[in-house]
């Protein structure tokens, strides 16, 4: 078994910071890619930012420059730093991680259960 738990959602004011965190746990061999989805009411899922096993990354260009992602692999454990939020930013985050449980098997993607982000004055 595999459990992503994520951890540091809440409410705060524009302008405000958040970070986010998420841990992956149960029978892990190795973690490829971990990132952040996030969904806002009546919207599909979007990519937020990814971090690759080669510590590349990607961010959707709503958030470049005000978020930063980053993982300790020892920990198994991706964060992500929300600064300069906007009510825009309000949605579900979720955290994802590609995972190998067994040596010399692919990659399966499993998913945290959402932390709630409210950006509003």
């Known amino acids: 078994q595999v459990q992503l738990v994520e951890s540091g959602g809440g409410l705060v004011q524009p302008g405000g910071s958040l970070r986010l965190s998420c841990v992956a746990s149960?029978?892990?061999?190795?973690?490829?890619?971990m990132g952040w989805y996030r969904q806002a009411p009546g919207k599909q899922r979007e990519l937020v930012a990814r971090?690759?096993?080669?510590?590349?990354?990607t961010y959707a260009d709503s958030v470049k420059g005000r978020f930063t992602i980053s993982r300790d692999n020892a920990k198994n454990t991706v964060y992500l730093q929300m600064n300069s939020l906007k009510p825009e930013d309000t949605a579900v985050y979720y955290c994802?991680?590609?995972?190998?449980?067994?040596?010399?098997?692919?990659?399966?993607?499993?998913w945290g259960q959402g932390t709630q982000v409210t950006v509003s004055s």
């Open positions: 971090m690759s096993s080669d510590d590349s990354t």
């Open positions: 994802h991680a590609d995972i190998v449980r067994i040596r010399n098997n692919g990659a399966l993607r499993y």
């Open positions: 149960g029978s892990i061999f190795s973690i490829n890619a």
